[in-house]
Structure formats: structure tokens, C-alpha cells
């Protein structure tokens, strides 16, 4: 996989996080716990998302 593919898939993950999240909050029976999680796993990708992109500009 190219890294702009790897890249396309990460961000499509982390929109996918981000609405996920969004249905989380806008429901009283998600836990704290399950917010959480998806929160971290959201940090992760995005994280991972920066180091790519900071590697393609200096590439």
C-alpha cells in the first residue's frame, strides 16, 4: 500500500471514529468507559496520521 493510500485509509478511519464518537455522547447509555476508548483509538489515528504526513513534506 502507498503511503497515500495508507494515509487516505487513516482518515477515513478517523472520520469514522469522530462519528462514532458523535453517536456515543448523543446517547446517555454509552459509558465513560466506551467514550473513552474511542477518543484514544481517534488520538491514535490522528497521531499516526501527522507522522505520515510529516514524512511525505519532508520526503
Do not use: F, N, P
Not at 1 to 16: D, R
Not at 24 to 38: F, K, L, V
Not at 40 to 52: G, M, P, T
Amino acid at each position: 500500500m502507498s503511503t497515500q493510500a495508507h494515509l487516505e485509509a487513516l482518515k477515513s478511519k478517523h472520520k469514522a471514529c469522530e462519528a462514532q464518537l458523535a453517536e456515543a455522547i448523543a446517547h446517555a447509555s454509552a459509558s465513560d468507559q466506551e467514550i473513552a476508548t474511542i477518543k484514544h483509538r481517534k488520538l491514535l489515528l490522528k497521531d499516526e496520521i501527522v507522522e505520515l504526513e510529516g514524512k511525505q513534506h519532508s520526503a
